[in-house]
């Protein structure tokens, strides 16, 4: 399309693509009540925790509890969601939809802060393989610093060869848009599946998104110009 505005839209994976952050925080939930941190439900590790890396949750438990997580319990994790993702995760309505649609018009890659397994996985199973090329798909794995951190969207956009001006990122946490904005790149804050939307709407207008969007059809029609 003439006058597209992007070269590059880079989209987070789980809570925006794919409806997987109850899961993730299940998970999360059962390895810290595993330790005797029994106030961390499902529901409080989503709002505390929603976009943020393991290596993130490990240090603020630690400031918060003087609680240490054990590494094993972090990576039992990985096998258990991968078991637990069929039927378990649920399609986002227009997602596919936009993501096809950004892809007639530019270059388009995932940026995650989750574990490249589950990550692939949550692509494959939601038909989303289609579009993605398999090398465009990038985890915290890939940088010394996962989100809220630049890196990876910068590491995206230098492997993608396209400047961070030239960038749209597609967020649905507070903690990966502070990474996409310090990137230096325009962030669509997503509440589409928010379990909070009132609270994560205001926790993304508070790190200065560019706009926020309850659905990805009205999310197109502000780039279909």
């Known amino acids: 399309m003439a006058g597209f505005p992007y070269d590059l839209v880079i989209f987070d994976c789980d809570g925006t693509l794919v409806d997987s952050e109850y899961l993730h925080n299940k998970l999360n939930s059962d390895v810290l009540i595993s330790l005797g941190l029994d106030d961390y439900t499902t529901e409080k590790c989503i709002a505390d925790f929603a976009g943020s890396s393991w290596v ?41 939809d936009f993501v096809q649609f950004t892809h007639e018009h530019c270059k388009i890659a995932v940026g995650s ?31 010394k610093n996962g989100k809220p951190a630049p890196d990876l969207y ?34 669509y804050g997503f509440v589409g599946v928010s379990h909070d939307v ?6 993304l207008q508070d790190v200065g998104v560019n706009d926020i969007f309850s659905d990805f059809i009205h999310m197109r029609a502000q780039l279909d110009i």
């Open 56 to 96: 993130d949750i490990k240090k603020e438990i630690m400031v918060r509890h003087q609680v240490d997580v054990p590494q094993a319990l972090i990576d039992a994790r990985i096998p258990k969601t991968l078991t637990m993702m069929d039927g378990n995760i649920n399609i986002i309505e227009s997602a596919l």
């Open 154 to 187: 910068l590491h995206v956009a230098d492997q993608m060869e396209v400047a961070p001006s030239r960038c749209l990122v597609i967020e649905d946490s507070h903690t990966g848009a502070k990474a996409g904005i310090a990137a230096g790149m325009d962030v």
């Open 113 to 143: 802060n989750g574990e490249p397994p589950t990550v692939l996985k949550s692509l494959q199973l939601q038909g989303f393989m289609d579009y993605f090329d398999s090398a465009h798909i990038y985890t915290k794995e890939d940088v």
């Open 198 to 203: 009132s609270g994560q709407t205001k926790k």
